[in-house]
């Protein structure tokens, strides 16, 4: 643990240097960037809120502003580290049209995405329909990563990452996203079997004219470090409220990513009714949502391994 804090430390004094020198040197590359200017296609750059709210064991809930973009992976100049491919996410969520990654960029050297979600649409006769998303969650400081596919009409999913250091990993994630366009939205809500349906995150946004911003590197400019600093900021606030710690599941239970498993295919399987004592779920067949969920998991880097 203590070896994890001052790695901790260390990449927090590390990262705002490098914000600061990739800062200072950015009014030069936009000069340079002018002078060979072209507009992105191949992108949409939205403009919003995401809200918190948790109803139990205590009341806590805050708003902040974020911007995203929404890129074309199948255009050649969409092509993204750290993320899939169009090829990829086809392949992954088994559809055929295009993809479309909505994700907050790197900025001055940092990127920092909660969420990151894929729209993998299907080409039936001459429309495009939205059938499937593919979420990707990456957990905050670990910096671990785990990618599904949902239904965007709605869907639940048995929880497959430790997100947060004030959640267990007993509870469902049932989760919806619309079709991005003028507007999209996302919400996520935890459904608990003591607690309840007791935490929803929403975001709402709305899409930006690309006239109207001179340059993607001043519209994203620290955006990545901000959702950081509400992250860490808010973590304090739960420790506040006598929220408590809880570990990561790694530690105490190394096989919580195989239950996960298992509890997901319960839910894709079966009806939910809800949970017995043992927090086991209650089930009977069901038949209409038999297919299976691969989830795929990113470790830790170290020291967090």
Not at 15 to 35: C, E, H, M, Y
Not at 40 to 60: A, K
Not at 145 to 172: E, W, Y
Not at 246 to 258: C, D, G, K, L
Request: charged share 20%; aromatic share 14%.
């Amino acid at each position: 643990m203590r070896m994890e804090l001052i790695y901790l430390f260390g990449s927090i004094i590390s990262t705002f240097l490098t914000t600061l020198l990739l800062s200072l040197l950015l009014p030069f590359r936009l000069l340079l960037r002018r002078r060979n200017h072209s507009h992105s296609h191949f992108l949409s750059l939205y403009e919003g809120t995401v809200w918190h709210e948790r109803r139990r064991p205590v009341h806590h809930s805050f708003t902040y502003s974020v911007r995203y973009a929404l890129f074309d992976l199948d255009s050649a100049s969409a092509s993204l580290q750290n993320h899939l491919s169009a090829d990829e996410a086809r392949r992954v969520a088994g559809t055929t049209g295009p993809v479309f990654l909505l994700s907050i960029p790197e900025s001055v050297g940092y990127e920092q995405n909660p969420l990151s979600l894929y729209y993998c649409y299907d080409l039936e006769d001459s429309a495009q329909n939205l059938n499937n998303c593919i979420a990707e969650v990456t957990n905050t400081p670990w910096g671990e990563r785990v990618t599904f596919v949902f239904n965007p009409k709605s869907d639940l999913v048995a929880k497959p990452l430790h997100v947060s250091p004030f959640m267990d990993m007993f509870g469902n994630w049932n989760i919806k996203a619309s079709v991005p366009g003028d507007n999209l939205s996302v919400a996520i809500s935890v459904q608990h079997p003591t607690l309840g349906n007791y935490f929803t995150a929403t975001l709402r946004a709305k899409k930006v004219s690309l006239s109207s911003v001179s340059d993607q590197s001043l519209y994203f400019w620290l955006m990545p470090h901000k959702v950081a600093v509400w992250i860490y900021w808010h973590a304090v606030k739960l420790w506040w409220k006598n929220v408590s710690f809880i570990q990561h599941p790694r530690y105490s239970n190394p096989a919580y990513r195989e239950e996960a498993t298992l509890r997901d295919q319960k839910l894709r399987c079966c009806c939910v009714s809800g949970f017995d004592d043992l927090q086991h779920i209650q089930a009977e067949p069901n038949g209409t949502n038999s297919r299976a969920r691969s989830f795929t998991w990113r470790n830790a880097k170290w020291p967090w391994s």
